[in-house]
């Protein structure tokens, strides 16, 4: 058979079977030569270089091999930044709660400074009120306080009394305190059974708690 011949018959068998139309044998021969390469260098079998029995992987499997470690190193960066980011804000929580403490501090410090500043500044008004007070008491104990010098003084009394929280104490009969009296004279006597106030020399005034002077009294001691 002559090759035109033979050419002409593989022409009629390439025919698509499913449309029909004619396949370029020029094509059909570079395909078979291209297939005829590969078994050679596979000796033969396709499926050689996978290993018997072993399917090819498929191409989404190997990209998420190649892929598997980034998503992991990315969610240990998260990790580590979320951590550090909860130690900046435990750190923070301890500065702000240090600073409110030194701040109550200070305002605590402060209002106890300016109590006792206006403490002293009573006291000090007070004490030098003091002979005025004891002048208007004496007048008093000896019946001098009237008419328009008794309105004065009592007002003068009153005033720092509602305004300062003056308060006079010395009185006879009750017994004697060191904390509260100063004896100036002491007497023996058998009508008392403990150290007792005989005699008010100088009432004694306090503010509030604060003795400002002490009242200076004639003690009587058990004989």
């Known amino acids: 058979m002559s090759d035109d011949q033979s050419r002409d018959d593989r022409d009629e068998s390439t025919e698509d079977s ?55 190193s990315e969610l240990e960066q998260a990790k580590a930044e979320a951590a550090q980011a909860q130690d900046d804000l435990a750190r923070s929580r301890a500065d702000l709660y240090n600073l409110q403490q030194e ?64 308060e006079r104490f010395g009185e006879v009969g009750e017994a004697f305190d060191p904390q509260l009296h100063e004896a100036l004279m002491a007497v023996e006597s058998s009508e008392v059974t403990e150290p007792t106030v005989a005699m008010v020399l100088q009432p004694g005034y306090k503010l509030g708690e604060k003795v400002v002077r002490a009242a200076r009294v004639q003690v009587s001691n058990p004989a």
Do not use: M, N
Not at 26 to 50: H, K, T
């Open 103 to 166: 701040y109550q501090g200070f305002v605590r410090r402060s209002r106890e400074g300016a109590a006792g500043h206006r403490a002293a500044g009573q006291a000090s008004v007070v004490e030098a009120l003091i002979p005025v007070l004891d002048e208007i008491e004496l007048a008093r104990q000896h019946g001098d306080l009237t008419g328009t010098f008794e309105t004065t003084a009592t007002k003068l009394e009153t005033l720092l009394a509602d305004k300062f929280g003056l």
């Open 18 to 72: 499913a449309s029909g139309a004619p396949v370029d044998p020029a094509l059909a021969d570079a395909v078979e030569s291209a297939f005829e390469d590969v078994r050679s260098e596979l000796g033969g079998d396709p499926q050689a270089e996978l290993g018997e029995g072993e399917p090819a992987p498929a191409a989404g499997e190997a990209a998420d091999a190649e892929s598997d470690g980034e998503p992991l």
